[in-house]
């Protein structure tokens, strides 16, 4: 086998600066900056929960302590908001401001060298089995009633807190999304925050709700973050139930093999990204997604859920409420954490003044790049810190009358799995629709985030479907 043409080790650790993990140089000198002793802050990966949300603690000897930041800070201004995980300048929770540390020449030089041999390489990186060229992802629905549905995520500017309209595929699909929806016994929101008083970059997150050929459903929610972030959630979306109605992974759910054929699908998925990346030129270093996978079959009792990062699923039913539901992949669980230390990287706690902890993933020994989960498709400059793109893979019992909700952090930032479900039975109980009722979540969790964090507001999408019935034909025009 011929010798790799990959970037050397070397290359591939770029001295990209974590955004909000190491105060600037005025911060450090600051009296109101003092340390904490972590064994007792270790309660939660984001400090004492005051809205129900679950904790999930970390032994505190896996976990590095940097400075507790300062509240305020004279001279900064008071229009900062809240930044995304790798690149906005400036970040305000319940009226807590930080500064972000500015990126050194020679860390940009080094993140543009890291990218450039990236986008120079051009040697095989994995079996090429399906061609998922766009010509190739619009011509594969249609055939044996298979279909897709995809948020349509604009290729240029897009207004604050905009509610997108569904792409159908095929495009003559009768009745359109909404009777696809419908049929499909789903509702779904895919819409954009705001990410300060002028916002009219592309919202980040994404998903589709498909039906392959062979009778199997697929819901997918992805939630980008970077520079690019709509570009791996736009993509995934696409690429995922692509790849599940594919050769290789149709053999596997042919025979039972359910959980294989999600970790091929879902490492399918970040192979795609990175060459789909190479031709596009999208640098994909600091630039990925999270993914919620759920698919069954009418046929199965189980349904699987397939996740990487911090988009949630639940399952649940009016009579027994949660069944079971996703836990996210945040570097404050233990497992987790474990494995990060394993492939060389670390967990860094940060605690606030007002009790809020936040832990990142950094390189062992470094202050670089900061990454608040652990599993992603693409981020490639963290793949070597063990913020893997494979998924956890969970196999749920198909009850009665049950149905799934996936959703992107935006739902869950403010508001428990348990807070959502109830809202969301509640409503359906009073006799209002599916999609009346996550557009009363959407709502509630805008004003969540008015009420914490004022101007900034986070992408919010999510879908809601019955998993116990098989999926009727739409109705026709006529």
């Known amino acids: 086998m011929a010798a790799s043409m990959e970037p050397q080790e070397d290359e591939r650790r770029p001295v990209l600066q974590a955004m909000l993990s190491e105060p600037s140089p005025s911060r450090r000198q600051d009296p109101d900056v003092v340390f904490v002793d972590i064994a007792s802050s270790m309660e939660s990966c984001d400090g004492p929960r005051t809205d129900g949300r679950k904790s999930m603690p970390t032994p505190a000897s896996m976990v590095s302590l940097r400075n507790t930041v300062a509240l305020e800070s004279p001279a900064m201004p008071n229009n900062l908001t809240r930044a995304m995980t790798w690149h906005d300048a400036a970040k305000q929770r319940k009226g807590r401001r930080w500064e972000a540390a500015e990126l050194r020449p020679e860390a940009i030089a080094q993140l543009h060298k890291l990218n450039e041999a990236f986008l120079r390489y051009s040697g095989p990186e994995a079996p090429r089995g399906e061609d998922a060229s766009d010509a190739a992802l619009a011509a594969f629905w249609g055939p044996r009633g298979s ?184 570097p404050c669980v233990e497992s987790e954490v474990e494995r990060i230390h394993k492939q060389g990287g670390e967990v860094v706690c940060t605690e606030f003044d007002d009790g809020f902890v936040e832990y990142r993933v950094n390189l062992k020994g470094e202050d670089y790049p900061g990454i608040s989960m652990t599993r992603s498709l693409g981020d490639l400059v963290v793949k070597d810190a063990g913020v893997i793109a494979a998924p956890q893979v969970a196999t749920w019992p198909k009850i009665p009358g049950s149905m799934v909700l996936a959703a992107s952090d935006g739902v869950w930032e403010f508001m428990s799995t348990e807070v959502v479900v109830d809202m969301v039975l509640q409503s359906l109980a009073a006799g209002h629709s599916r999609d009346e009722a996550i557009q009363e979540v959407l709502k509630k969790a805008r004003a969540a985030w008015e009420d914490h964090e004022g101007v900034y507001c986070d992408d919010i999408s999510m879908l809601i479907a019955a998993v116990d019935a098989h999926t009727p034909e739409p109705a026709s025009r006529s």
């Not at 349509?152 to 009768?174: H, I, K, N, T």
């Not at 819901?219 to 791996?232: F, K, S, T």
């Not at 970790?263 to 795609?272: E, G, L, N, P, Y």
């Open 147 to 330: 279909w897709s549905l995809v948020g349509d995520c604009p290729a240029g500017r897009e207004s604050a807190f905009s509610v997108r309209g569904f792409r159908a595929l095929p495009p003559s699909r009768a009745g359109g999304a909404s009777a696809m929806l419908r049929s499909f016994g789903a509702a779904a929101i895919n819409s954009k925050g705001r990410k300060g008083a002028v916002d009219s970059a592309p919202g980040q997150d994404n998903l589709s709700l498909s039906h392959l050929a062979s009778g199997w459903e697929v819901l997918c929610v992805m939630d980008g973050h970077g520079r690019a972030g709509q570009w791996p959630s736009t993509r995934a979306v696409r690429t995922m139930p692509f790849f599940l109605g594919g050769r290789s992974c149709s053999r596997m759910l042919r025979h039972g093999r359910v959980e294989a054929a999600l970790q091929h699908a879902f490492d399918k998925v970040q192979m795609d990204l990175k060459q789909s990346a190479r031709r596009e030129q999208v640098d994909l270093q600091a630039t990925g997604c999270t993914a919620a996978c759920i698919v069954w079959h009418p046929s199965l009792p189980s349904i699987w859920a397939a996740w990487a990062g911090d988009s949630r699923a639940v399952l649940f039913s009016p009579e027994r409420g949660i069944i079971h539901q996703t836990e996210d992949h945040k």
